[in-house]
């Protein structure tokens, strides 16, 4: 196990899911909202992990969400990281009140090799069908993250608004920081979108991370899904 997979055993509880986004509102129901998903352990033995993470369906069969939320929860109750990704039937995605059954999971390579922000904290998750009725959200460019850009932050029914602080680069890996002074991301929130405005059409700009136990009074943390 290496220093990345220690940092998020100590920082995240994915079972307390006592806090949300802070200085937020109740999110509408729409069609958007309902490709904000959520990652659910489907074992009966386990009913307090029911529900553990976030997730952002990208495309009619495709989810994405952050690596550490499968890691840790493969850690904390299997004691293997990895599990989900050689037993996907242990997952189930709840998408707009349906449960979808998962075909693959991949953890985006780089996470348990890197240290620190240079690993990706991302995962696909592949279901066995395609999702109808809801529309996935498209990837922004990565051009159109600039610091001082408006975005939106979607987790567990919660919407905030905020603007990017930073934008950089870890070893190809771009990590987006918010200005957490008046909204941001708390523990549980891993998985969830962090929107832009391109146009008239909200595009998906990162995946929600945590970095910390309870709120990130000061800044927030998403990863740009390089993946596709």
């Known amino acids: 196990m290496n220093f990345k997979m220690a940092v998020f055993l100590l920082l995240i509880s994915l079972s307390d899911l006592s806090h949300a986004l802070y200085g937020g509102k109740s999110l509408p129901v729409g069609s958007q909202s309902s490709a ?5 352990l489907a074992d ?6 029911d529900e553990f993470c976030t997730g952002v369906l990208v495309s009619a069969n495709k989810v994405l969400t952050t690596g550490h939320c499968i890691a840790v929860m493969g ?3 299997y004691e293997k990281w990895s599990i989900f990704s050689y037993e996907p039937n242990l997952l189930k995605i709840k998408i707009a009140g349906v449960k979808y059954q998962v075909a693959d999971v991949n953890i985006a390579p780089s996470y348990a090799e890197a240290v620190g922000y240079a690993g990706e904290d991302l995962a696909v998750i592949t279901l066995r069908k395609a999702v109808k009725g809801v529309k996935p959200i498209k ?3 990565r051009g159109s993250l600039k610091a001082g850009s408006p975005v939106t932050m979607i987790a567990r029914g919660q919407v905030a608004s905020t603007k990017i602080l930073a934008v950089k680069n870890y070893s190809g890996n771009t990590v987006i920081f918010t200005d957490g002074a008046k909204a941001g991301i708390c523990e549980g929130d891993s998985g969830g979108a962090l929107l832009i405005k391109i146009g008239n059409e909200q595009m998906l700009a ?7 136990e ?3 009074r ?3 943390v998403s990863i740009f899904p390089r993946l596709f």
């Open 75 to 77: 850690t904390e109750v």
């Open 44 to 49: 009966a033995s386990y009913p307090e992990y």
């Open 206 to 212: 990162g995946i929600l991370s945590a970095q910390g």
């Open 214 to 216: 309870g709120c990130e």
């Open 139 to 141: 990837i922004a460019s």
């Open 36 to 40: 904000i998903v959520t990652l659910h």
């Open 218 to 220: 000061r800044t927030g």
